[in-house]
């Protein structure tokens, strides 16, 4: 299955750049360039795009807003945003999770890292590694706390399932929470999907950001 990827960046060099490393992975295309978010918006409700990849500051409308918006548009449902730009900085780092990208990267990766985080996003994973994600949305939150949510939200999963979201939100993979509980890694995946759909996260990254939010884990 052929991954759909839109590219949005104000610098043309920059998008013909990733074009060819994206165009040369024979399961990813490029169907579309943006120079702003506008034109974001404006294309993916023309062009479906599985994974746009965005780049923070643009004019017009920059690719925090823009995250935003196609988060919160449910014609958008199932386009995943993978945040790559020259401005690591880690408050945009926080703001791009919590806008509701999948993850974020920085524009000094090779072919081989972006392909690979475009297919781990368009699969609704965390692109960074676990302890990674582990590590920056605990800081970061703790940092910068975002709206709060009630805990009683966590009353819609089970036992079972709020042991597997705190082990994610922990830093462990899905190999490893299985070896700790005892069960397939398959039986995790089927939790961990259970516990977005009930949590309405968008991804991994999202499930993690609910747990610290709600208290199930602690920064």
Do not use: C
Request: no cysteine; glycine share 6%; aromatic share 2%.
């Amino acid at each position: 299955m052929t991954i759909r990827v839109l590219l949005a960046d104000d610098q043309p060099l920059i998008r013909a750049g990733f074009r060819v490393l994206i165009d040369s992975a024979p399961d990813l295309e490029v169907v579309g360039e943006a120079a702003d978010g506008l034109e974001v918006l404006a294309q993916l409700r023309t062009s479906r795009a599985d994974v746009v990849v965005m780049d923070i500051r643009m004019p017009r409308l920059d690719g925090l807003e823009t995250t935003r918006r196609i988060t919160a548009d449910e014609n958008f449902d199932g386009v995943k945003v993978l945040v790559v730009t020259t401005f690591e900085i880690d408050d945009h780092v926080a703001q791009a999770i919590e806008a509701g990208a999948g993850g974020f990267l920085g524009k000094g990766v090779d072919a081989s890292e972006l392909q690979a985080a475009i297919r781990t996003v368009a699969q609704g994973d965390a692109l960074l590694s676990p302890k990674a994600t582990k590590a920056l949305i605990g800081r970061f939150l703790a940092q910068r706390p975002s709206e709060p949510v009630h805990p009683e939200r966590l009353d819609a999963l089970t036992q079972r399932e709020r042991e597997v979201v705190a082990l994610a939100a922990g830093g462990m993979s899905n190999d490893e929470i299985a070896h700790e509980l005892v069960v397939s890694p398959l039986t995790v995946k089927t939790h961990v999907n259970r516990a977005m759909m009930k949590l309405q996260a968008r991804d991994r990254a999202q499930l993690v950001v609910v747990a610290h939010q709600t208290g199930l884990v602690r920064a």
